[in-house]
Structures are given as C-alpha cells and as structure tokens.
C-alpha cells in the first residue's frame, strides 16, 4: 500500500473561517510533508515533518499551521486565508530523509 | 540555489511513438532525482527514483537516466499510448529533506 489520503477534496473557505486540511498515511512513514501547488505551476515546499517534529518551515505565513498529532497523521490548519491562497495542497510521505516520496491527491482550496 | 528545468515544456506526439524528456538541475549536491506524472487537477504519483549513486531506473516502458556530474536526467517512455497523456514532473532531492520541482513537460499523445 503505497497511498497517501487527503480530505477533504475540495474546500471553499471564507477568508474569516477556520478549516483544517488532513492527511493520512498507513505506510510506517517517518517524513511527512505539505506542499502548494498553484495553477500551472510545480509544487513548492511548505513544511517538513519528520519523527513527528517540525523540522522546515519554508517562511510560510502563521495563517496556515501545521501539526502532527502522530506518526501516520499530518493537519493544516488555516486561520484568516487570503484569496490568493487559493491552490492545490498535497501532502507527501517518505520513509526516511531523502527517499522516495508519495503523493496524495490534494486539497483543492478556493479562498472567497 | 538549487534550479530546476524542463525541456521541451509541451510535447505531442503520435500514438506508438518513442519520447524523450529533458530535466536539468544546477547543484549537483543532490540526495536522489524522482519523476512524477501529474493529471489535471490530480497529485502527483511516482514514477521513478534514482538515488544519487545511481545511472538508471527502468519501470514497464519507462526508463529514467542520471548523470549527476552534468547535471541532466532524462525519461525515456518506449511506444507511447494516450492513457499517457499528463504532466511529467522531475524532482531534485536536496539537503533538508526538500524536493525541488521542474515547471513540467505536458505530454499528449494522439490516437
């Protein structure tokens, strides 16, 4: 099983909501990660977990903050969003440093 | 700062061709090189990995490359069929745990 599990699908949030992105993974894991993605573009780095620590945070605004409540589990939570937050999210897994990384099939966030 | 590019940015092709992809990175300080494919709308599912130490990875028709002192890899697909119309994207891995992306090649392959 090499499946990575993002809910929800697609989400439209206002800009004064709170919401939470999550991702799950089954695989024995010990890196996890969040990406953006927006329209057209490749994927950029948001944040690196590993052993369940934050261990890169790539100057994300405090408006999104990620925790990992366990091994298998990664959340985003989203305070205050703009519109231009509005993006594709994936979370990725690898088993350790620098191995291979798997991909779930994303949040399609839409900020109004 | 590691930089990542991708030739050609669009291809198409006639079914049952073979392809080749272009990825080339500027730092050679890398961990390993994964090629991803993306459909619309979609994440991204691996494709293949090379570790640094690594020439080559071979999965069914793919075949992926690596010359780490040139900085260049490339995916070669074998008789090309619609169903692999999407997104190729390569990955550099970096110091940090970081995966930097190419900006893609859209492939599509016409029956």
């Known amino acids: 099983d090499t499946e990575v599990t993002q809910t929800p699908k697609h989400l439209v949030m206002g800009m004064t909501n709170k919401k939470s992105l999550k991702c799950e993974q089954h695989?024995?894991?010990?890196?996890m990660y969040w990406y953006k993605q927006k329209a057209k573009k490749p994927p950029e780095l948001m944040f690196v977990y590993s052993y369940e620590k934050l261990s890169i945070n790539e100057s994300v605004p405090s408006r999104f903050s990620p925790e990992c409540p366990n091994s298998s589990l990664l959340n985003l939570h989203l305070h205050a969003l703009q519109p231009e937050d509005s993006a594709l999210y994936l979370c990725?897994?690898?088993?350790?440093?620098?191995?291979?990384?798997?991909f779930g099939q994303g949040t399609r966030l839409t900020v109004v | 700062k590691q930089e990542v590019t991708q030739i050609p940015a669009a291809l198409s092709v006639p079914e049952g061709e073979n392809l080749v992809l272009n990825c080339s990175f500027t730092d050679s300080a890398i961990y390993n090189l994964q090629w991803f494919r993306q459909d619309p709308g979609k994440g991204l599912t691996s494709l293949l990995l090379i570790q640094s130490s690594q020439r080559e990875q071979t999965s069914g028709r793919l075949n992926a490359s690596l010359d780490k002192s040139s900085g260049r890899s490339t995916l070669y697909i074998a008789a090309s069929q619609p169903g692999d119309s999407a997104t190729y994207l390569c990955a550099v891995g970096v110091y940090g745990n970081k995966l930097v992306f190419g900006a893609g090649t859209i492939l599509r392959v016409k029956s």
């Open positions: 695989m024995g894991h010990r890196a």
């Open positions: 990725a897994s690898s088993q350790e440093d620098n191995t291979e990384a798997f």
